[in-house]
C-alpha cells in the first residue's frame, strides 16, 4: 500500500515541488485510513465468512445443541472467545500493516532517488502526532469486535442444510465490510469534532 501511494502521487507532488512531503503523506495517509480499513477489510473477508461458516455449519450438524444439552453454554464457548479474539488481533495486525505500508513507502521514494532510512523516517514521524495515531488504533478495536460478532451472528442463524452455510459465510462478509464503512465514517465524525 505505501509503495503504490509513494510510486502514484510522487507525480503530482514533483509538479508542484513538494517530493520532500511524501514520506509525511504516506504515513498520514496509511495510519489514519488506508491501512485501518483495508486491513479490517480483508479480515472480514477471511475471518468472518470463516467464523459464519465453521458455525453455520455447527448450527447444521446440530453440534451447538448438543453442546446446550450438556449445560455448556455455547455463546461463552464459541461467541466470546471468537469475538475477544478478533478484537485485541485486528489492532496488531493494522499497526504490522502500518510499518509494512511505510516500508514500502520508503522503497518507492528510493526507486526515483537515494534517500537515507533515516532521513526517510525522521521525516515520517515529524508528521505524525499521538492525535493521528490514537483515534486510528482506537476505531480498529470496533472493526474487530464487529468482525467477530457479525460473523458468529451469521452463523448461529444458518438454517438447517448445507447451502444455507455458504449464505451465512456470504452474509457474514457483505454485513460485516459495510459496517466497517459505517464505523469508519463514524469514527472520522468523532475524530473531527473532538480532535
Known sequence: ????????????????????????????????????????????????????????????????????????????YLVVTRTLATTLMIPILVIYADLIGILGGYIGVNMHGEVNIIRYFSQVFESLEYLDILPATIKTFFFGFFIGIIGCYEGFNASSGTESVGRAANSAVVSTSLTIFIIDMIAVQVTDLFF
Open 1 to 76: 500500500m505505501g509503495l503504490v501511494l509513494t510510486i502514484q502521487s510522487r507525480p503530482a507532488m514533483a509538479k508542484f515541488g513538494a517530493e520532500s512531503w511524501i514520506p509525511g503523506m504516506v504515513s498520514l495517509s496509511l495510519i489514519r485510513e488506508i491501512a485501518p480499513v483495508i486491513t479490517a477489510l480483508i479480515c472480514a473477508g477471511r475471518i468472518s465468512s470463516g467464523i459464519g461458516a465453521e458455525l453455520g455449519s455447527m448450527k447444521v450438524t446440530e453440534q451447538i445443541d448438543a453442546m446446550e444439552v450438556s449445560a455448556i453454554n455455547p455463546y461463552k
